[in-house]
């Protein structure tokens, strides 16, 4: 009987047990398992069974914080899930999707932008730091309070630097201060300490809630204790002034701090405060990022004089030892991103306008394409793109495997962060000067100069996702502004559906 046959699965001329059979077919990939449903009915129930097809979803990297009984049929889930990724980056690739500016005018002009997962923080130099969520449109952005003492009559200060994870938004003021707020309680900050000078840099822990500021010879690392308690858990006093500053992610016990500091970098752990990583005198470093186990950073060489051009050196941080020495180029290397790159990846953007990928298990670059006319200043790539921005106002959008130019825009301000994942894009235009001529007697119309302001894109590429009646900001239009173009972005405009 059929019942039978299902039990006894026939491997030709032998009978296996149904959980025998099974695991010989957990070895198949999608393509076979559909040749073997083809073979007979007892077959195609095995090809078909459920535990197969959630284990091929789960190695293709979709939904795995799902269980098994999560849906009722994972190979219809699998090959939905493969057509989305597909959808994807067709509209990556053709620019078709939604894009949004998100712009604050009583926050003058913009200072420092960061995101985390489609949350994007902003600091400006009216002194206010404000959020927005980008993975809902309806989003209102709410302005985090700073903490005003009794006497802070007169202006605010201006935001230095801002930072945000899962958790937590943490702001930097040019008069030395740090609020820290948590995204879980309102808009009052939960922490705060002071600086006697100006900070030069600010780290935020990936997922944990520590904060590193770098001011004077000063490195200090706050963090909450067992009871929440903000207190600062380690000080550290080195010879030179930081220029770039990282927490080390994933680490177990008290938190691991990287700082460069002119041509010294260092590794400041709590039971090895001065440790140093890498110095060679008069080589300073240019740009720095790290990841659990390495940090990579460029080193500007004299070339005329030692005959060797500007290199990426990647170090591992268990070892302290040099892993690799990477690129030769006559320009400074101006930004590298190591944490946000596919595994043994990193890519960089250097002065001499070229975007380069780098494979660590080699030394020579994979690609190198000429990107920025005045200098590459923020890179991220994936598995298959590149998104590139220059100090121009460019933002670029790049086929890694064709080394071609897919699309760009332009925005009139130096391109000072990129972030994207599978879906979306955050890009943000940040003004060099932050008091522009001629700002200060028209200080009251905020309207105003918005081509000094700087500012922020938001790029969804996933329009299923958004549903029609969620009309994005940008087109919730009065119909008294001067209409913008429309650059092979769909966007849903109410006149559209007369």
Not at 191 to 199: D, E, K, L, S, V
Not at 247 to 255: A, E, F, I, N, Q
């Amino acid at each position: 009987s059929f019942q039978n046959e299902i039990n006894e699965v026939p491997f030709f001329d032998i009978q296996l047990p149904y959980e025998l059979a099974l695991k010989i077919f957990q070895y198949l990939g999608k393509t076979e398992l559909g040749r073997c449903a083809q073979v007979s009915r007892t077959w195609k129930v095995l090809a078909e069974d459920e535990v197969l097809w959630y284990r091929l979803c789960q190695q293709e990297g979709y939904l795995l914080d799902t269980s098994i009984s999560d849906h009722s049929c994972w190979k219809l889930t699998l090959k939905n899930c493969c057509a989305r990724e597909r959808t994807l980056k067709t509209n990556w690739k053709n620019r078709i999707g939604a894009v949004s500016q998100l712009q604050y005018e009583l926050g003058k002009i913009l200072c420092d932008v960061h995101s985390c997962d489609g949350v994007v923080i902003a600091g400006y130099t009216s002194g206010e730091v404000r959020l927005w969520d980008t993975r809902t449109w309806d989003y209102t952005a709410p302005v985090l309070e700073p903490m005003h003492g009794p006497g802070d009559a007169g202006p605010q200060p201006h935001v230095s630097f801002v930072r945000i994870n899962s958790s937590l938004a943490v702001a930097a003021y040019e008069d030395g201060t740090v609020s820290v707020w948590s995204l879980m309680f309102g808009r009052e900050p939960i922490h705060r300490y002071q600086h006697n000078q100006r900070i030069q840099a600010l780290a935020l822990g990936s997922e944990s809630a520590t904060v590193a500021t770098a001011s004077g010879f000063e490195v200090k690392v706050e963090s909450p204790n067992d009871r929440g308690l903000w207190q600062t858990t380690q000080t550290f006093e080195i010879q030179k002034l930081v220029n770039f500053l990282n927490l080390v992610p994933d680490v177990t016990g008290s938190p691991v701090t990287v700082a460069a500091a002119e041509d010294i970098v260092y590794l400041l752990k709590a039971e090895d405060p001065g440790k140093v990583l890498h110095s060679v005198y008069g080589q300073p470093v240019t740009c720095l990022d790290v990841s659990a186990h390495e940090a990579a950073f460029g080193v500007k060489t004299f070339g005329w004089l030692l005959n060797e051009p500007n290199q990426i050196l990647l170090y591992n941080l268990e070892t302290s030892q040099c892993l690799k020495k990477m690129g030769n180029s006559m320009g400074d290397f101006t930004c590298v991103n190591l944490q946000n790159s596919p595994p043994n990846m990193l890519v960089t953007g250097n002065k001499d306008r070229r975007v380069r990928v780098f494979d660590l298990r080699k030394s020579e670059s994979l690609c190198s394409f000429y990107a920025h006319q005045l200098g590459v200043s923020a890179v991220q790539m994936d598995d298959w793109k590149i998104v590139s921005g220059g100090e121009e106002g460019l933002v670029c959008v790049w086929d890694q495997r064709m080394g071609t130019k897919l699309w760009e825009m332009h925005a009139r301000h130096p391109v000072r962060h990129v972030w994207f994942n599978s879906h979306s894009l955050i890009t943000a235009n940040i003004p060099d000067d932050k008091t522009p001529r001629g700002a200060s007697i028209m200080d009251d119309d905020l309207t105003a100069h918005r081509k000094h302001r700087g500012i922020i894109y938001a790029y969804e590429f996933s329009v299923d996702q958004l549903a029609v009646e969620s009309v994005l900001p940008i087109c919730r239009s009065s119909y008294d502004e001067v209409t913008g173009y429309n650059y092979n972005i769909g966007l849903a405009v109410p006149y559209d559906n007369i």
